[in-house]
């Protein structure tokens, strides 16, 4: 039977609290790491320790849960685990959060220099493994101090927020895009098939500036 607390963390009902009624809570996302997880301890008699979404059957709520549970014999009965739930949902947001702060870029939203780098380095393990290529096109904003010192800095945010989404709007989605500081930006590429593809998209990029910027209400060229 499950615990009145597990009760009040996953919002089940009452009965004999099965293998079936976890995995029927638990998002697919999440399902076949619960049930590996799951079938590992049966086998093996390791403690069981996971972390995973579910969805409470009694308010649709998802939530974070932390699972412990040791398997026990309970002889003529057999084995059945005992343990714990906690909801950590809080302590998931709070640990997103702070992920975002060191990943991204405030202003834009984009990946920032660390997050690039990271995101580069899996692209080149990629390319070694499949014997394809990686690009990386660096971006420096030209003229941009006139932005600043004609309207304020407040209009340069807008400004970087409004090239920032034109790069973004020219990206694929295999492709990462970012502000790595200032007005440099960087877009890392892969699965292109020929040094063209990349002559291609960098000159869809400086293409891209040509057109004006609308900040406030004024048109700004900016080349990159």
């Not at 996953?10 to 996302?29: A, H, S, Y």
């Not at 340069?156 to 709007?169: E, F, I, K, N």
């Amino acid at each position: 039977m499950a615990s009145t607390e597990w009760r009040n963390v996953t919002g089940c009902g009452n009965g004999p609290l099965t293998r079936k009624q976890v995995l029927e809570i638990t998002p697919p996302d999440d399902r076949v790491r619960v049930t590996d997880a799951l079938e590992r301890t049966v086998e093996t008699g390791e403690s069981y320790n996971v972390q995973h979404r579910i969805i409470r059957p009694d308010n649709g709520q998802q939530r974070w849960v932390e699972v412990h549970a040791e398997l026990i014999d309970l002889e003529e009965e057999g084995k059945s685990l005992r343990g714990f739930a906690q909801d950590i949902t809080e302590r998931k947001a709070t640990e997103q959060k702070l992920f975002n702060l060191a990943h991204y870029d405030n202003l834009t939203g984009m990946p920032n220099r660390v997050l690039v780098l990271d995101r580069l380095q899996q692209a080149l393990k990629r390319a070694r493994r499949s014997g394809s290529q990686v690009a990386v096109l660096f971006l420096d904003l030209d003229q941009f101090k006139k932005v600043n010192d004609t309207l304020g800095h407040d209009a340069g945010d807008r400004t970087l927020m409004d090239a920032a989404s034109r790069l973004q709007g020219l990206s694929r989605e295999r492709d990462t895009v970012a502000r790595i500081g200032g007005v440099e930006f960087v877009i890392v590429l892969e699965e292109f098939e020929r040094v063209s593809d990349v002559i291609s998209a960098a000159s869809k990029v400086i293409d891209a500036f040509h057109q004006p910027l609308m900040v406030s209400g004024r048109e700004f060229m900016l080349t990159v």
